[in-house]
């Protein structure tokens, strides 16, 4: 049986979520989606009193299976190939949100691995909610570390670039979960996974916002590891 401070979690994601939704959605349209009345959302949403577990469940429930896609379709923008993920990464509580998908997809992780800078928020965010501690690839090696893991990322259209991480920041047996943005070619992950075989730390997935649907069966086949998103194209 769930404690109270387990309900009150419950109640307060489901405010959250509708916090996150009345910026996208005017009250007369999340009344229908919820059946609840304008005014009672709007108390809900202010803070003025706090809706009741089952009904918070209900909220939250219907928040990712079915209003969660939509709110990403508003946000995200993909045009000849460009994809700009910035209003969903500028967006705190809606990422906060996105974060405790990973979370529900995951388990048994012990520190999550990404890439400067654009998945950064989105890795914090997870970990956070984790309580486990966050890796982070640069694109330089920092001043005053000592000892680096060096990883090329070779692209597509053979152009390379390395990635840096302090030494000390993955150990052997962590089970690390990858998290970026977006995931295009593969190349970041593909070096991010490299960084853990060198380091002999255990991926056991790959979650982002938007991966190509290609692209996440080929690292699924070659890695055997679940590559997980909100998206796919």
């Known amino acids: 049986m769930p404690s109270k401070l387990e309900h009150l979690r419950l109640k307060l994601v489901s405010i959250e979520v509708l916090k996150a939704l009345k910026k996208e959605f005017s009250y007369d349209e999340l009344s229908p989606i919820f059946n609840l009345s304008p005014s009672l959302l709007s108390q809900y949403i202010n803070g003025r009193i706090l809706p009741g577990a089952e009904r ?27 994809i700009d993920v910035s209003k969903v990464i500028s967006d705190t509580q809606l990422l906060s949100l996105v974060a405790s998908v990973a979370v529900g997809e995951f388990n048994n992780v012990d520190k999550v691995l990404t890439i400067e800078t654009d998945g950064i928020p989105l890795a914090v965010l997870i970990a956070e909610k984790l309580g486990v501690g966050i890796a982070i690839a640069k ?3 920092e001043i005053g570390v000592r000892e680096f893991i060096e990883v090329k990322r070779v692209f597509p259209s053979g152009i390379y670039s390395y990635l840096y991480l302090p030494k000390s920041t993955l150990k052997p047996g962590e089970n690390i979960l990858i998290v970026d943005d977006i995931v ?20 056991i997935g790959v979650f982002a916002l938007i991966v190509v649907r290609k692209t996440a069966d ?12 909100l998206k796919y194209i």
């Not at 080929?218 to 998103?229: D, N």
Request: aromatic share 4%.
């Open 56 to 82: 918070a469940k209900e909220i939250i429930d219907k928040f990712y299976k079915e209003l969660l896609p939509k709110l990403l379709d508003r946000k995200i923008r993909v045009t000849d190939g460009i």
């Open 139 to 141: 694109h330089k090696k």
């Open 184 to 203: 295009r070619s593969g190349a970041t992950i593909s070096a991010l996974l490299e960084a853990c075989r060198i380091t002999k730390s255990v991926p």
């Open 218 to 229: 080929k690292i699924a086949r070659l890695h055997s590891i679940p590559v997980k998103a």
